[in-house]
């Protein structure tokens, strides 16, 4: 079985309901058809059902089970109103302007359906670009009880692959924190580590990355990573964490041997965390396109409650990746 058949099965096994607010994209149509048919989750498009139901139509997928809330007629647009207020009114945000926000924009209607209980997660970003998508899911739903930073990770699926877990990584972060500072990256560590343990299921081996080995270059980049590591072992001393590492001396055993003897980590990690966000979403894509790896993200770590974002570049099947991911991440809230 597949990494993500393995993650549709625990879907299914406990279904959760999962907004799409992208309805004028042909690719959310087509997935939710499949979520439905495969069972993974329950769906709600948000949108003109009619227009909805013209799209599913000339594209011939059948969204019968889908369902669909139209935000000027939704019977609870004016609790989502109060919500929305009240969330974020020491921002600024008056009653007028949420209503108006919740009639035309999907995005942060979706978020409020999920800040509400009403949904259990929310995916999007197909056709929005992730500051977009991100912004209202972290001002309304903000950062899980104890957690300071939310981050963003892929998980990636590598084709004929003997490292990581057989072929399977966590990358963090690719998607949201742009330049995190030390401390930021220890945490980016930390929460990588809870969500590879409960998404893959094994034990996080987690390789700081850098263009240095143990001290083969100096620069202000690598002394980064260097102070990293050390606030990685002292705040969080349960992790199976080294640095810095460059990338052929965290997976490959033969150059982990000879750049980095001794490190517990060094030659084993699956999970690699990224120094800035130009290495991180550079490093994915490189990954996903040239070595034909399944890439399910960027998925959310860290906040209150799932809500994941998909490149714009995505497949239909990723994003039915990506809502099984967010089915089985609501599971364990
Ligand atoms: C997501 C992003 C838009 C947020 O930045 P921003 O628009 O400047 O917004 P702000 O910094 O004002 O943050 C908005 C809110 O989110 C919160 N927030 C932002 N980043 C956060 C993080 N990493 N963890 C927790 N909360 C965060 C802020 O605290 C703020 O909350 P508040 O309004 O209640 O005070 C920005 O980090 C970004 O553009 N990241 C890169 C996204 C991207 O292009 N990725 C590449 C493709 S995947
Ligand atoms: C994750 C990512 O790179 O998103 P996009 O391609 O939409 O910018």
Not at 9 to 21: G, M, N, Q, W
Not at 65 to 77: A, H, M, Q, S
């Amino acid at each position: 079985m597949s990494y993500i058949d393995i993650i549709k099965e625990k879907a299914r096994s406990d279904r959760k309901t999962i907004v799409l607010p992208e309805t004028n994209d042909k690719r959310t149509l087509i997935a939710a058809s499949h979520i439905i048919e495969e069972g993974i989750a329950n769906i709600i498009m948000v949108g003109n059902e009619e227009k909805i139901m013209d799209g599913a139509g000339w594209l011939e997928v059948d969204l019968t089970g889908v369902r669909v809330i139209d935000p000027t007629k939704c019977e609870k647009l004016d609790e989502y109103v109060q919500l929305l207020y009240e969330t974020r009114k020491h921002k600024g945000m008056t009653p007028e302007k949420a209503r108006q926000i919740l009639l035309t924009d999907n995005m942060t209607f979706g978020v409020i359906m999920v800040k509400a209980n009403d949904a259990d997660g929310m995916v999007a970003g197909a056709c929005h670009a992730t500051a977009d998508t991100l912004r209202p899911a972290l001002q309304i739903l903000k950062t899980a009880p104890g957690v300071k930073l939310v981050s963003g990770f892929f998980i990636l699926d590598v084709p004929n692959c003997e490292y990581g877990e057989h072929g399977t990584f966590l990358f963090a972060d690719c998607g949201l924190n742009q330049d995190p500072t030390a401390e930021e990256l220890a945490a980016i560590a930390d929460t990588s580590a809870k969500s590879f343990k409960t998404l893959v299921g094994a034990k996080p081996i987690i390789a700081m990355l850098s263009h240095s080995t143990k001290g083969s270059a100096k620069h202000p980049l690598v002394d980064k990573v260097v102070k990293a590591v050390e606030i990685a072992h002292e705040q969080y001393p349960g992790l199976t964490l080294d640095g810095e590492l460059q990338t052929d001396a965290a997976i490959v055993p033969s150059v982990a041997k000879s750049k980095a003897p001794g490190s517990e980590v060094a030659g084993k990690a699956n999970v690699l965390i990224f120094p800035n966000l130009d290495c991180g979403n550079i490093g994915y894509k490189l990954v996903q396109r040239l070595a034909k790896a399944e890439a399910y993200g960027p998925m959310l770590q860290g906040i209150a409650k799932p809500v994941n974002d998909l490149s714009r570049g995505c497949s239909w099947e990723d994003i039915v990746g990506v809502v099984a991911l967010t089915a089985v991440q609501a599971q364990l809230m």
